[in-house]
T-cell receptor, first 115, second 112 residues
């Protein structure tokens, strides 16, 4: 089965510009998560979708970040306008179940560099 | 809140055994996961512990003590390809619901 795919793998933009990251989860996985890792720190939770609904967005840093999952398939994460501190690697993960031995399958990440 | 600690870096020799420790503090512990991540690649699942004790899976084993807030990942018969970062992640019901809180990761270097 195809894994979690993310696009682009690397994006370099200037401060104030907009970037949209895309995640295609494993087919049939209702749960989709966004995480990010900034400047060598730990991976931190951003938000969680169950199908098209936002289950938990408590990790979103501010209102410059907007995540959508229309139709409950792929998801996008838009950063507008981007700031320097937004640089990092944005990971997407998906899973079938939400509880129990809920193994998340991660994508390779989208590296964002804001200049 | 929650706090997860791991050693930043470890070095070991090919063929040897290495133990990577993870300590955590959570309000509502609901499972501990270990992931392996090679540079530039996706983290991949290694093991899951929710009850105390040892889970063995081939060359990798993971141990959990909930009363001590402690886990370790044991890698046996180390191979060069085991050089990677190892991430300890905890599910905390009182923080982010069913979602994961990650430790900083341990970068393991396996030397010939």
């Amino acid at each position: 089965e195809a894994g979690v795919t993310q696009f682009p793998s690397h994006s370099v933009i200037e401060k104030g510009q907009t970037v949209t990251l895309r995640c295609d989860p494993i087919s049939g996985h209702d749960n989709l998560y966004w995480y990010r890792r900034v400047m060598g720190k730990e991976i931190k939770f951003l938000l969680h979708f169950v199908k098209e609904s936002k289950q938990d967005e408590s990790g979103m840093p501010n209102n410059r970040f907007l995540a959508e999952r229309t139709g409950g398939t792929y998801s996008t994460l838009k950063v507008q306008p981007a700031e320097l501190e937004d640089s990092g690697v944005y990971f997407c993960a998906s899973s079938q179940r939400e509880a129990g031995a809920n193994v998340l399958t991660f994508g390779a990440g989208s590296r964002l560099t804001v200049l | 809140g929650q706090n997860i600690d791991q050693p930043t870096e470890m070095t070991a020799t090919e063929g040897a055994i290495v133990q990577i420790n993870c300590t955590y503090q959570t309000s509502g512990f609901n499972g501990l996961f270990w992931y392996q991540q090679h540079a530039g690649e996706a983290p991949t699942f290694l093991s899951y512990n929710v009850l105390d004790g040892l889970e063995e899976k081939g060359r990798f084993s993971s141990f959990l003590s909930r009363s001590k807030g402690y886990s370790y990942l044991l890698l046996k018969e180390l191979q060069m390809k085991d050089s990677a970062s190892y991430l300890c992640a905890v599910r905390d019901l009182y923080n982010y619901g069913q979602n994961f809180v990650f430790g900083p990761g341990t970068r393991l270097s396996v030397l010939p």
